[in-house]
């Protein structure tokens, strides 16, 4: 059958199992718009700005596993939507984004709108197509989720120039598609299973640290079964939780800059590391230099240009992180050798002495509404299975260490961008996939203003999402570092001339709610999460002075960890026997 | 250490950006790039030369194999292998100067392809090194342009870096 480029659009959306797709209509993106409105199998949600269209499909994406779509206009829309591609692709999310494109024949003159779509977003994307003919339009959109949900994972831009939406041609969507050029390794190679299973079970003092490639790979249910099958230590990265059930024993609790006391003293002294699915971030390695100084080195990643790219590794293993995993259980019941027992229940022991220093505490006493205990509570009354968006800050962080994900792809947030502004829209996603599921958005009063604009959209599409602003009336991650490391001089961290987030709630048709006294937080929040079917934004006015804690201040070593005023402080540098 | 990187790429639009673009923001160095169409047109040969300690080489070449418009790739460095570049020199030539370079164009085996009355314009290949060598010996001042190819290679024996 002949059809439009724009029909042939929205066929292939349908064919691919797009259910929804996130965007904002324009000139070049008429064609296709109209295509839209005369069907119903594919959903479009209107954002209020474009960078949310593209936080919403990735929060879609983290929450499900399925790919975001995302359709924008050209010029402005285009480089609006930027923000959250480049948040995507930090954090290798599956997203399809089309780009609307003035007609081929006006490229490169400057034409109304025109930006080059295509070169602005090349270093952010995992790949990036401009279709000059309709004859390829189906094809490359095949490419292009091929391309964004295989091996690791990313954005993939697709920009269409407004005349081949309109064209016409045949459709007919592949089923299938092979690439020359592009054939992302799956099986890890045998003969380093077998090296690597030798050496986990060879370690006196193992450490398994673990990254958002276990969420992406669906591999936490083989984590679990392989972290008690050996009984060693599990860490997360921040972009790793809920890789292993963080109520577990074997958990130590998120590592790196502020992570705990336990995980980054485990990761200085064990002498046999097990990497999986992580990238070896600075802010989780602290310096470099005085990285995990006694330990050997297992690498297990499907993206080989990750391996070896901070680290040197000893035993890199190439490969989907599920398989792998697999593979490494299997060899180790195969070689039917046993961790020295002895051994590991002394380096254990060591461990919960690390761990009895409580790292995470605060002042309960504080007639002040302490931020963690907001968090805390929301875990309590929760039973630790809400669907957790958050934006970048210290609410951040300590959702990050309050909040224990038991699950992998409830914890959303942006690890790698560290993007103001994702947890909001990212929320949206979330609750358009998982639509009776309690979905919290913790956010600060200066991060939520970065993407306000989406509680219009919140009520457009009736999306009970329940905001958590710890209001500090700073940007309280800015003004602790001002605090440490600039002698307290608070420039420009101040939050000043702030909104009345409950009129603004309202104004928008949402319910809001003040919370100041610590006495009246579990109430708000009890009363906010029986409040099924309306967005409760609840502006919480916590303690400003509050810092996060424990913390690894930048270049310094996993045992140089500065720990908070409540917690007991010892020398955290000295070497094991 | 120097490296020459032979690649097969995807003969389309935007893939040198791409190579391009991938060593501005990584911070590599690109001392020459070469590229043109091969005999099958779906696919550019290109050819890279680069230098760096061991694990940014290693850094390099996963990342060129990470595009996706990167089909094939080969560091010649590796094994025997012949690398050529071609040099197009335009020197002043007056006097007692024009058999003075005439000899050391001979000596380099070089050939001159274009004469006036004042200037040679000299064509010379060769490896890198010899190209470097010649301009040397070629006295700076005379020299009115230099128009190097960059490098291109191949490896040595009868396998190919081919689909
Ligand atoms: C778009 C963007 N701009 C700037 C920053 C730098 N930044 C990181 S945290 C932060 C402060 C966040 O303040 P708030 O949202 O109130 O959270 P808090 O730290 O107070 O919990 C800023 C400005 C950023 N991460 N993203």
Redesign the pocket.
């Known amino acids: 059958m002949e059809l439009t480029g724009a029909d042939i659009f929205v066929r292939c959306l349908e064919d691919e199992g797009v259910e929804y797709i996130f965007g904002y209509p324009g000139g070049a993106a008429l064609h296709i718009y109209d295509a839209l409105y005369r069907q119903d199998k594919v959903k479009h949600i209107l954002v209020r700005h474009e960078q949310g269209a593209t936080h919403a499909a990735d929060g879609y994406a983290r929450a499900t596993g399925k790919p975001g779509a995302v359709i924008v206009t050209s010029g402005p829309g285009a480089t609006n939507a930027v ?1 959250g591609i480049a948040t995507a692709y930090m954090d290798s999310i599956p997203l399809v984004v089309f780009t609307g494109q003035v007609p081929t024949m006006l490229i490169g003159d400057d034409a109304f709108q025109e930006v080059d779509a295509v070169g602005i977003t090349r270093p952010c994307v995992k790949h990036n197509f401009l279709v000059k003919d309709v004859k390829d339009l189906a094809m490359t959109i095949k490419k292009a989720f091929y391309i964004a949900t295989t091996g690791r994972p990313g954005p993939v831009v697709v920009d269409i120039p407004k005349d081949v939406t309109a064209d016409i041609t045949e459709y007919d969507y592949p089923d299938a598609i092979s690439m020359r050029s592009y054939a992302p390794v799956t099986k890890g190679h045998q003969a380093q299973v077998k090296k690597a299973a030798a050496l986990i079970t060879s370690a006196k003092r193992p450490m398994i640290y673990t990254g958002g490639g276990v969420i992406l790979g669906n591999a936490a249910e083989s984590l679990t079964e392989f972290v008690r099958t050996l009984g060693y230590p599990c860490t997360n990265t921040l972009m790793g939780l809920g890789g292993y059930p963080a109520t577990d024993p074997l958990f130590v609790g998120m590592l790196g800059m502020h992570g705990t006391y336990e995980a980054n003293m485990a990761m200085h002294e064990c002498d046999v590391l097990i990497a999986v699915g992580a990238r070896f971030d600075d802010r989780v390695t602290g310096d470099l230099n005085k990285f995990c100084p006694h330990a050997r080195i297992v690498h297990i990643d499907i993206d080989p240009a990750s391996i070896g790219k901070n680290v040197p590794v000893e035993i890199p293993i190439v490969g989907n992180v599920d398989g792998v995993i697999k593979d490494l259980l299997k060899a180790i019941r195969a070689s039917k050798k046993k961790p020295d027992a002895e051994a590991l229940a002394a380096w254990w022991e060591q461990i919960e002495e690390w761990r009895a220093m409580n790292c995470l505490t605060f002042d309960r006493a504080s007639e002040l509404i302490k ?1 963690q205990y907001v968090i805390e509570t929301l875990y309590k009354l929760t039973d630790g299975d809400a669907f957790v968006t958050s ?8 959702a990050a260490q309050f909040y224990k994900f038991d699950k992998p792809r409830r914890w959303i947030n942006s690890g790698g ?5 994702f947890g909001l829209p990212s929320a949206m996603g979330v609750q358009l996939a998982y639509p009776d599921a309690l979905v919290a958005c913790i ?6 203003q ?1 993407c306000i604009q989406e509680l219009s959209t919140c009520k457009q599409y009736g999306l009970p999402i329940k905001v958590i602003n ?3 009336r ?7 570092w001002q605090e440490f490391f600039y002698d307290r001089r608070y420039s420009h ?1 101040y ?1 000043d001339a702030l909104p009345d987030f409950i009129k603004l709630a309202e104004s928008y048709g949402h319910v809001g709610m003040k919370i100041e006294k610590p006495g009246d937080v579990e109430g708000a929040l009890k009363e906010a999460i029986a409040t099924t079917d309306r967005l409760v934004f609840l502006d919480f006015i916590t303690d400003q002075t509050e810092n996060v804690y424990p913390m690894m201040p930048a270049g310094k070593g996993h045992h140089e960890m500065e720990l908070g005023p409540c917690s007991q402080v010892v020398s955290t540098n000295r070497e094991l026997a | 250490m120097r490296h020459i990187i032979s690649i097969l790429l995807e003969n389309e639009a935007g893939a040198l950006s791409r190579v391009a673009g991938l060593f501005s923001a990584r911070g590599y160095n690109i001392e020459s790039l070469t590229v043109a169409p091969t005999e099958d047109e779906t696919l550019s040969r290109m050819t890279l030369v680069t230098s760096g300690s061991e694990s940014i080489i290693e850094q390099i070449t996963k990342q060129l194999n990470k595009l996706v418009d990167v089909v094939k790739l080969v560091d010649l460095t590796e094994g025997p292998h012949i690398e050529r570049e071609m040099i197009m020199l335009k020197v002043q030539a007056v006097g007692d100067a024009r058999d003075e370079l005439k000899r050391l164009v001979d000596i380099f085996r070089g050939r001159i392809i274009d004469v006036t009355e004042s200037s040679y314009t000299i064509e010379l290949t060769g490896a890198g090194r010899k190209i470097d060598a010649f301009l040397q010996a070629m006295p700076r001042k005379d020299i009115i342009e230099v128009v190097r190819s960059g490098v291109s290679g191949i490896g040595r024996g009868d396998k190919g870096l081919r689909l």
């Not at chain 1, 934006?391 to 300590?398: E, L």
């Not at chain 1, 961008?417 to 502004?421: D, E, F, I, P, S």
């Open positions: 923000t931020p934006d970048v800050g210290q609410h951040q962080m300590w961008l560290g993007t103001m502004g956010t600060g009063e200066a991060s939520i970065m710890l209001n500090n700073y940007m309280g991650m800015v003004r602790q961290s939050m």
